[in-house]
C-alpha cells in the first residue's frame, strides 16, 4: 500500500530554495533529513521535497489545489513572492504558477474537485 506521496523539485543552491519554498508555504521546512534535502508536508500524506541536484534543477512541475486560490496569491505577495496572472481552465477552475529561483514550476490551483 502507498502511504505518501513524495514530490520532488531539484535545486542548486539549498538554502536560497529554503527560502523561496519557506515564503511559499509561510513556515520552515518540516524535515531536514539529509544536508542536501528538506522537505514540507503539505497535506495529511503529501510532502514536497525540495533536493539539490544541480544537473536536473528546474524541471520540476508542482501542483498544489488550494482552498481559496484569491487569499493565496494576496498571502505569497505579502511574503514577497510574485505569482503568476490567475488563467481561467475549464469547469470553474483557475490557476497561476510562479518559478522557484532555479525555474521549477509550481502551479496553484483553484475549484480543484475530485470529479468533474
Given at each position: 500500500?502507498?502511504?505518501?506521496?513524495?514530490?520532488?523539485?531539484?535545486?542548486?543552491?539549498?538554502?536560497?530554495?529554503?527560502?523561496?519554498?519557506?515564503?511559499?508555504?509561510?513556515?520552515?521546512?518540516?524535515?531536514?533529513?539529509?544536508?542536501?534535502?528538506?522537505?514540507?508536508?503539505?497535506?495529511?500524506?503529501?510532502?514536497?521535497?525540495?533536493?539539490?541536484?544541480?544537473?536536473?534543477?528546474?524541471?520540476?512541475?508542482?501542483?498544489?489545489?488550494?482552498?481559496d486560490l484569491a487569499t493565496?496569491?494576496?498571502?505569497?505577495?505579502?511574503?514577497?513572492?510574485?505569482?503568476?496572472?490567475?488563467?481561467?481552465?475549464?469547469?470553474?477552475?483557475?490557476?497561476?504558477?510562479?518559478?522557484?529561483?532555479?525555474?521549477n514550476t509550481i502551479t496553484?490551483?483553484?475549484?480543484?474537485?475530485?470529479?468533474?
Open positions: 500500500m502507498i502511504e505518501h506521496v513524495l514530490a520532488v523539485a531539484a535545486v542548486t543552491d539549498l538554502e536560497r530554495a529554503c527560502d523561496f519554498y519557506s515564503r511559499l508555504f509561510g513556515r520552515g521546512p518540516d524535515n531536514r533529513p539529509m544536508e542536501t534535502l528538506v522537505e514540507w508536508r503539505v497535506t495529511g500524506s503529501g510532502w514536497l521535497q525540495v533536493f539539490v541536484q544541480p544537473d536536473r534543477a528546474g524541471q520540476a512541475f508542482v501542483n498544489f489545489a488550494v482552498d493565496w496569491l494576496d498571502d505569497l505577495r505579502v511574503r514577497g513572492l510574485t505569482p503568476g496572472d490567475v488563467q481561467d481552465a475549464d469547469k470553474g477552475v483557475q490557476l497561476s504558477a510562479l518559478t522557484d529561483p532555479d525555474g496553484l490551483i483553484g475549484g480543484f474537485r475530485i470529479s468533474y
